[in-house]
């Protein structure tokens, strides 16, 4: 950190004769930073700066005050590093990340092709002021999703256009005390907000952007399955897919192995043509399998080709595609049986890692799919878990933790909804 003597003005180190090591950045000392806000915060005025930071507030301006076509090139690059301190300093404290009900209104508002008036009603004032601060920037050509490089460029490109128009139309009388001073300030100031702005606004819309495009990815798949189930249903009595007897109390999460392997049953459908490997592979899922195998496959190689987990039909009742109770038949793959795999504990809380731990889309049986944002549906029940092990961890005094799975448990009723693997 470089601190500056409180009895000398503030200089600028003369550049190395030759090539060595990159300068560690700049930094002012806190008196120095107090005094630059303070400066600040008086519109460049010294006289009403608070006296304890007068002095160093005038030996600022009077570097300030050189501003301008002579300025030698020295102390051009030290007052970039003082505005790049101050703008550091800000963004460091401030922390320049979105609250989570942001995420969500910035979300709703790529959703809704950037239309605040299609927004959630309860999201919709922080879409607008999103809105509001997006326009500011002015970007009209599109943006390909993963064009990050891109999109700096552009960015910086706009902000030194914005930077040169303002210096051509800013005309301000000095007064007689900073006679000949060509306030650039506020413009430096201008172009580290919006840098600062595109970071902390452009990268989560553009994250939030891929995910809603993988969220309709998984939208998609889940419209393509129910209709895959119905035709299924259909034609076997209304029974879900099953690949063998599938007994309760045996091992479910052996995948590959068609009789231990609950993914079996789903691959059922694959199996026989009720849809496709490419269908049942989410879009957050990098190892999913995605070309259908040898004809005689009757299960998934592994855990991490499945992409999406299907209830639990190693059990003594089962229940049927249509029935007057709906559940949740399918949903993106569950966080917690890759960990109860490995003997360790889990949280019944998480959400699917598909979409990055925001939630998971289902399946329900009548058709209808839903981006649900917890695990727990309205009426209490834990897709991940069965309801014996719900109702165990209802009495703990610390239900974001419970001990693995088996691998044996099965569902206590036809209406208790528990996927896998």
Same mark, same amino acid.
């Given at each position: 950190?470089?601190?500056?003597?409180?009895?000398?003005?503030?200089?600028?180190?003369?550049?190395?004769?030759?090539?060595?090591?990159?300068?560690?950045?700049?930094?002012?000392?806190?008196?120095?930073?107090?005094?630059?806000?303070?400066?600040?915060?008086?519109?460049?005025?010294?006289?009403?700066?608070?006296?304890?930071?007068?002095?160093?507030?005038?030996?600022?301006?009077?570097?300030?005050?050189?501003?301008?076509?002579?300025?030698?090139?020295?102390?051009?690059?030290?007052?970039?590093?003082?505005?790049?301190?101050?703008?550091?300093?800000?963004?460091?404290?401030?922390?320049?990340?979105?609250?989570?009900?942001?995420?969500?209104?910035?979300?709703?508002?790529?959703?809704?092709?950037?239309?605040?008036?299609?927004?959630?009603?309860?999201?919709?004032?922080?879409?607008?002021?999103?809105?509001?601060?997006?326009?500011?920037?002015?970007?009209?050509?599109?943006?390909?999703?993963?064009?990050?490089?891109?999109?700096?460029?552009?960015?910086?490109?706009?902000?030194?256009?914005?930077?040169?128009?303002?210096?051509?139309?800013?005309?301000?009388?000095?007064?007689?005390?900073?006679?000949?001073?060509?306030?650039?300030?506020?413009?430096?100031?201008?172009?580290?907000?919006?840098?600062?702005?595109?970071?902390?606004?452009?990268?989560?819309?553009?994250?939030?952007?891929?995910?809603?495009?993988?969220?309709?990815?998984?939208?998609?798949?889940?419209?393509?399955?129910?209709?895959?189930?119905?035709?299924?249903?259909?034609?076997?009595?209304?029974?879900?897919?099953?690949?063998?007897?599938?007994?309760?109390?045996?091992?479910?999460?052996?995948?590959?192995?068609?009789?231990?392997?609950?993914?079996?049953?789903?691959?059922?459908?694959?199996?026989?043509?009720?849809?496709?490997?490419?269908? +049942?592979?989410?879009?957050?899922?990098?190892?999913? =399998? &995605?070309?259908?195998?040898? $004809? #005689? /496959? @009757? !299960?998934?190689?592994? *855990?991490?080709?499945?992409?999406?987990?299907?209830?639990?039909?190693?059990?003594?009742?089962?229940?049927?595609?249509?029935?007057?109770?709906?559940?949740?038949?399918?949903?993106?793959?569950?966080?917690?049986?890759?960990?109860?795999?490995?003997?360790?504990?889990?949280?019944?809380?998480?959400?699917?890692?598909?979409?990055?731990?925001?939630?998971?889309?289902?399946?329900?049986?009548?058709?209808?799919?839903?981006?649900?944002?917890?695990?727990?549906?309205?009426?209490?029940?834990?897709?991940?878990?069965?309801?014996?092990?719900?109702?165990?961890?209802?009495? +703990?005094?610390?239900?974001?933790?419970?001990?693995? =799975? &088996?691998?044996?448990?099965? $569902? #206590? /009723? @036809? !209406?208790?909804?528990? *996927?896998?693997?």
């Amino acid at each position: 950190m470089t601190h500056h003597d409180p009895d000398s003005p503030p200089s600028s180190s003369p550049a190395p004769s030759a090539p060595g090591p990159a300068a560690a950045p700049v930094s002012l000392c806190p008196a120095d930073c107090a005094a630059l806000e303070a400066l600040c915060g008086c519109a460049l005025d010294c006289a009403s700066v608070p006296a304890e930071h007068a002095r160093r507030a005038q030996r600022l301006m009077a570097l300030l005050n050189r501003v301008g076509d002579s300025v030698p090139e020295a102390d051009r690059d030290l007052l970039i590093d003082v505005t790049c301190a101050l703008v550091d300093r800000a963004r460091r404290d401030s922390g320049a990340e979105l609250s989570p009900r942001d995420e969500d209104a910035l979300e709703a508002l790529v959703a809704a092709g950037m239309d605040p008036a299609r927004v959630p009603a309860a999201l919709r004032p922080r879409a607008r002021r999103h809105a509001d601060l997006l326009a500011v920037l002015d970007v009209r050509e599109p943006i390909a999703p993963d064009s990050r490089d891109a999109l700096v460029s552009r960015t910086l490109a706009y902000v030194s256009a914005s930077a040169q128009a303002a210096d051509a139309r800013m005309t301000i009388t000095p007064e007689p005390e900073t006679r000949g001073f060509r306030p650039r300030w506020a413009e430096l100031i201008s172009v580290a907000a919006i840098l600062l702005l595109s970071g902390a606004v452009l990268t989560p819309i553009l994250s939030a952007a891929r995910g809603y495009q993988q969220r309709a990815s998984c939208q998609a798949n889940m419209s393509a399955a129910g209709l895959g189930f119905g035709l299924y249903a259909n034609d076997f009595q209304d029974a879900l897919p099953l690949a063998s007897s599938s007994p309760a109390g045996h091992p479910w999460w052996n995948v590959g192995d068609p009789t231990r392997s609950n993914s079996a049953n789903l691959y059922t459908m694959v199996r026989t043509s009720y849809s496709t490997p490419d269908a +049942l592979a989410c879009a957050g899922n990098p190892t999913a =399998l &995605r070309t259908k195998p040898e $004809p #005689a /496959a @009757a !299960d998934w190689r592994s *855990l991490d080709q499945v992409s999406y987990s299907y209830q639990n039909l190693f059990a003594r009742e089962r229940p049927r595609w249509t029935q007057p109770t709906t559940l949740v038949i399918l949903a993106d793959r569950s966080p917690v049986i890759p960990l109860a795999i490995r003997g360790l504990s889990i949280n019944p809380l998480d959400n699917s890692l598909n979409h990055a731990g925001r939630g998971q889309t289902v399946l329900f049986n009548d058709g209808s799919s839903r981006f649900l944002r917890t695990p727990v549906l309205g009426t209490g029940d834990n897709i991940w878990l069965p309801r014996q092990i719900e109702q165990l961890i209802s009495v +703990l005094r610390h239900p974001a933790q419970a001990e693995p =799975l &088996r691998g044996t448990e099965a $569902p #206590a /009723a @036809a !209406d208790d909804v528990f *996927l896998g693997p």
